[in-house]
């Protein structure tokens, strides 16, 4: 008979490097936007002072991500019976939630100087262009190595920080040539509202995993059609599911199997089973076995 204590929960898929890594975006974000409020402030654009505080806001939730990273890889407890691995769910809604509330700040200063434009030092803002996709460029780069929805959410900053420079960039080559202060707004207002769509979706799969759907991307008929492959498996029936994040499902479901089989079989059954569920990313299961002539019901 199987070993009890091995039941396989504690499969996770770690990534040691992510936190690392939102911790060497954090420093680079932070150093660089008290670089940008000073430039900011000799440039006179708005486009700078929105990316200063863009990136002021990236880099409080850069540190959360940090922290919340961490902390998600904590072993279950009894307080916690399924782990700490939703508190990066809880980080990668409070980031999108600054990135709104930051890309509403940029595109309100924006509007407002639409009517009234204002000449800008052309030289500053491009310098400043420059070493802006430079440094997030960089900070992109090592996060474009982590998986999970929390370091998407990371990635989705730092690419908006990279896009607002890129803009950045264009207004101070054009402004070079062509007095048109108005393209310092308007392309702010731009880059603010392909943030905005970034977060709907960012925002739409964290509250579809906390709401518990069946996981994205894991199909149902695909599990009940390789499960019913395995030796003695006559039915699946009444199958949950859900996410703890994006990288580990849960799944619950019962199993029809013949009247005769032993305890000892049902272990090696069970065990086969695990085995093509951790394959798809279930890292937790709860299988309850039925003899054939029993009468589910779902119950």
């Known amino acids: 008979m199987s070993n009890c204590n091995s039941h396989g929960h ?32 000799y440039t006179n654009s708005m486009a700078i002072y929105s990316d200063a505080l863009h990136d002021l806001g990236d880099s409080t ?6 922290f919340f990273e961490k902390f998600s890889k904590k072993n279950p407890d009894k307080k916690y019976t399924y782990g700490y691995r939703r508190f990066s769910l809880l980080s990668a809604l409070i980031n999108a939630v600054i990135l709104l509330l930051g890309s509403v700040f940029v595109i309100k200063e924006s509007i407002e100087r639409l009517s009234n434009p204002e000449p800008v030092m052309v030289e500053g803002m491009f310098a400043l262009a420059i070493l802006g996709v430079a440094v997030n460029g960089f900070a992109a780069y090592r996060m474009s190595k982590e998986d999970g929805i929390n370091q998407r959410m990371v990635m989705l900053h730092l690419m908006e920080d990279i896009l607002g420079w890129v803009a950045v960039l264009i207004v101070s080559v054009i402004l070079y040539f062509k007095p048109w202060f108005i393209l310092d707004s308007i392309l702010s207002i731009l880059v603010s509202l392909m943030v905005l769509k970034g977060v709907y979706h960012g925002l739409k799969r964290v509250v579809t995993i906390l709401m518990q759907a069946f996981p994205t991307g894991l199909s149902m008929e695909k599990v009940k059609t390789e499960l019913l492959k395995v030796k003695d498996v006559l039915d699946v029936h009444y199958i949950q599911g859900w996410s703890m994040d994006e990288e580990s499902h849960s799944l619950t479901f019962h199993v029809c199997v013949p009247d005769a089989m032993t305890v000892k079989e049902l272990d090696a059954t069970k065990i086969t089973i695990k085995a093509l569920l951790f394959d798809m990313n279930i ?16 119950n």
């Open 10 to 41: 504690g499969h996770h898929h770690h990534h040691p490097s992510g936190s690392k890594n939102i911790l060497i975006a954090f420093f680079l974000n932070f150093g660089f936007a008290i670089i940008e409020f000073i430039g900011g402030y």
């Open 61 to 66: 939730a850069l540190l959360m991500s940090y």
């Open 283 to 298: 890292t937790d299961s709860v299988i309850e076995f039925e003899g054939q002539s029993h009468n589910c019901e779902q």
